[in-house]
């Protein structure tokens, strides 16, 4: 069963009474952009995500779960951990229990040509953080900026999410990562 993101972020922001407008001023993020995003014709950063719970006043959990996180535990069971999908050939799991407010942590996997983002992924302007990487097997291409880098396995990147970036699977099996993403 496919998780629309995009749906319960529409309905967290409804039960609230706000607007796309008003979700925009608060998060920094355009109109056109959570449009997209609640009609699934985008496919939002973890940091998008962020700054749209915090601008809705829930958890980022919800928006994958349709619920609020009520679950207090520190263990993440591999069968209870949310599946999110950004982009074509990339699946991405959810390792750290709750909210990202503090930090997250997910395995990504990335098939052959996979990538990230159709394209360049980049975060509200008001975004702060890092994302870590970790590289367990495959190859990766990340580009950031300008800059290109080819990671193999036992790699790791670090990332300020105000620069613009793209991984792509270079290699002819599937990638796999650990991303941490620190707001």
Not at 18 to 42: F, R, V
Not at 90 to 116: A, H, R
Request: hydrophobic share 35%; glycine share 8%.
């Amino acid at each position: 069963m496919k998780v629309s993101v995009g749906k319960n972020i529409m309905r967290a922001r409804k039960e609230r009474n706000l607007t796309i407008k008003d979700i925009s001023i608060m998060s920094g993020i355009t109109s056109s952009l959570i449009s997209q995003i609640e009609n699934d014709k985008a496919n939002p950063s973890l940091n998008t995500l962020y700054s749209l719970a915090r601008a809705i006043g829930v958890e980022v959990s919800y928006f994958f779960t349709g619920v609020g996180d009520t679950n207090n535990s520190p263990v993440v069971r591999s069968n209870e951990r949310p599946l999110m999908s950004k982009a074509k050939g990339l699946t991405n799991y959810q390792l750290s229990p709750g909210s990202i407010d503090k930090f997250s942590v997910y395995y990504n996997i990335l098939e052959p040509g996979g990538s990230t983002a159709n394209s360049p992924e980049h975060h509200p302007v008001s975004a702060t953080g890092y994302e870590f990487g970790y590289l367990l097997s495959g190859k990766l291409q990340i580009t950031i900026n300008d800059s290109v880098y080819i990671l193999t396995p036992g790699d790791s990147i670090c990332i300020d999410v105000k620069q613009k970036h793209i991984t792509v699977n270079i290699s002819s099996e599937d990638s796999e990562m650990l991303w941490m993403m620190i707001p």
